[in-house]
C-alpha cells in the first residue's frame, strides 16, 4: 500500500540548531514534493517545493533535499527560533488525469526551546 | 498579501441536516481544492475544481458531497445529509496554475461539529 511517513514523535531542539525532519515514503513517484508548515488551528502554508530532478533547494534558513532513490525527503531549519514551532507538513504532488493533488503526511510537530 | 478566506470559522449541525462551507480563494487563482483533517489526523484530499467542473475526487467524496463556483469568487462545499464522521476541519486551496510546481493556499479552515 501507498504510505508517507514522518517522525510521529516531536522533536524538541534547542534554539539556535538545526531541526531535521524526515518524510519517507512507499509505492508513489511523484514529480514534486512540497513542505508546509501547520499552526494550531490554521491551514497549511506553502513553504518549499522541491522537483524530482533536484538535490537541494534552499529559503533563507531553510533547506529541503530530495533523494528519490531513498525515496525520502529532509527538511531543515538552521539556527531555529522559538517562533519555528509547528507542524511540519510533507505533501506530495501527485499528478493525475492531468490534475495535482496533494497527499500529505501527518506531519511533525518540532518545538524550539529558548 | 492575498488570502484564502473560509466561513463560518465553525459550524455546528445536527446529525441528517445540510450543511453548506463557503470558501473566497484568491482572485486570480483558477484551481480550487477542498481537504478535511479529522483532528489529529493527517490532512486529505477530497476534491479538485476546475472550469467548472471536478477534475479529481477522493473516495471520501462520495455521493452526499458537492461541490460548486455559484459566482465569480464563492467556491463552496456541501453535505447532503451530515454523520457524525463528518466531523472534522475543512480546508479550502486555490492555485494560479496547473502543473506540478504550483503551491496551494490553504485558509484557515472551516470547523465542522456534527452532533
Known amino acids: 500500500s501507498q504510505k508517507i511517513e514522518q517522525n510521529s514523535e516531536a522533536l524538541n531542539i534547542q534554539e539556535g540548531k538545526t531541526a531535521t525532519l524526515t518524510c519517507n515514503y512507499t509505492?508513489?513517484?511523484?514529480?514534486?514534493l512540497q513542505w508546509y508548515r501547520q499552526d494550531p488551528g490554521r491551514g497549511p502554508v506553502f513553504l518549499l517545493l522541491?522537483?524530482?530532478?533536484?538535490k537541494e533547494k534552499r529559503k533563507e534558513r531553510l533547506k529541503v533535499t530530495f533523494d528519490t532513490t531513498l525515496k525520502q525527503s529532509l527538511f531543515h531549519i538552521t539556527a531555529s527560533q522559538p517562533a519555528d514551532s509547528a507542524t511540519y507538513l510533507c505533501a506530495l504532488d501527485m499528478k493525475s488525469g492531468g490534475y495535482n493533488k496533494l497527499i500529505f503526511g501527518a506531519g511533525t510537530r518540532l518545538a524550539v526551546h529558548p | 498579501e492575498p488570502e484564502v478566506t473560509q466561513t463560518p470559522s465553525h459550524q455546528v449541525t445536527q446529525m441528517g441536516q445540510e450543511v453548506i462551507l463557503r470558501c473566497v480563494p484568491i482572485?486570480?487563482?483558477?484551481?480550487f481544492y477542498w481537504y478535511r483533517q479529522i483532528l489529529g489526523q493527517k490532512v486529505e484530499f477530497l476534491v479538485s475544481f476546475y472550469n467548472n467542473e471536478i477534475s479529481e475526487k477522493s473516495e471520501i467524496f462520495d455521493d452526499q458531497f458537492s461541490v460548486e463556483r455559484p459566482d465569480g469568487s464563492n467556491f463552496t462545499l456541501k453535505i447532503r445529509s451530515t454523520k457524525l464522521e463528518d466531523s472534522a476541519m475543512y480546508f479550502c486551496?486555490?492555485?494560479?496554475?496547473?502543473?506540478?510546481?504550483?503551491?496551494?493556499?490553504f485558509g484557515d479552515g472551516t470547523r465542522l461539529s456534527i452532533l
Open positions: 522541491i522537483r524530482e530532478n533536484e
Open positions: 486551496a486555490s492555485s494560479a496554475r496547473q502543473g506540478s510546481n504550483q503551491p496551494q493556499h
Open positions: 509505492n508513489y513517484s511523484p514529480a514534486y
Open positions: 482572485s486570480n487563482h483558477l484551481y
